[in-house]
Nanobody
């Protein structure tokens, strides 16, 4: 069983920052690909940013240069620092955790989401 838990959403004005956090179940000898996605009403879910098990960071085109990711609390976590927020960043933000490894059960799970609302 893999649990994915997000926190840190909320409402902010244009230009403001928010910090989102996510943690997934930790297993011994497992690797993790952690990522953030978002979905606005009437739109498809899109990739925001992620950290692969080897530490590689990737960002969606719409957020590159404004958002950063980190793993301050371990490989089974991911934080998303959102700066210079825009109204078009308003969406439900989801954390995705993929757990894998030679001695590890494989999981690919999503959290329930945390709402980010940016007002102009």
């Amino acid at each position: 069983l893999q649990i994915v838990d997000e926190s840190g959403g909320g409402s902010v004005q244009t230009g403001g920052p928010l910090r989102l956090s996510c943690v997934t179940t930790a297993y011994t000898n497992c690797k993790y690909d952690m990522s953030w996605w978002r979905q606005a009403p009437g739109k498809e879910r899109e990739f925001v940013a992620g950290i692969s098990s080897d530490g590689t960071m990737n960002f969606g085109d719409s957020v590159e240069g404004r958002f950063t990711v980190g793993q301050e609390n371990g490989k089974n976590t991911i934080s998303l620092q959102t700066d210079s927020l825009r109204p078009e960043d308003t969406a439900m933000y989801y954390c995705r955790a993929r757990t894998f490894g030679k001695w590890c059960d494989e999981y690919d799970s999503w959290g329930r989401g945390t709402q980010v609302t940016v007002s102009s």
